[in-house]
């Protein structure tokens, strides 16, 4: 099984990133889908929840009117839309896949809010 994040790198205050999670190995419509992020000194956080037929979505308070996820089942992806980014923003963000039973993990992808 694997998860790759891509998408990351450095946006200025008020700007977008799309984040998009590539899943293998898996029965990708059997799994609830969710993005977290660690900021360096923070636990990891939730970020958006996506439920394995897309049909419920979940966001931390801080996201909520300014990111967006989404995915699509028929190409193993889920996507994380980020707007009006922040530099409290600044994280490694993770995804995760989540079935009835295992859960796993990507190796994370960097995301620097600066001007």
């Known amino acids: 099984v694997q998860l790759v994040e891509s998408g990351g790198g450095l946006v200025q205050p008020g700007g977008s990133l799309r984040l998009f999670c590539a899943a293998s190995g898996v029965v990708f419509s059997n799994y609830a889908m969710s993005w977290y992020r660690q900021a360096p000194g923070k636990e990891r956080e939730l970020v958006a929840y996506i439920t394995s037929s897309g049909g419920s979505t979940n966001y931390g308070d801080s996201m909520k009117g300014r990111f967006t996820i989404s995915r699509d089942n028929a190409k193993n992806t889920v996507y994380l839309q980020m707007n009006s980014l922040k530099p409290e923003d600044t994280a490694v963000y993770y995804c995760?896949?989540?079935?009835?039973?295992?859960?796993?993990w990507g190796q994370g992808t960097q995301v620097t809010v600066s001007s």
């Open positions: 995760n896949a989540r079935g009835l039973v295992r859960e796993y």
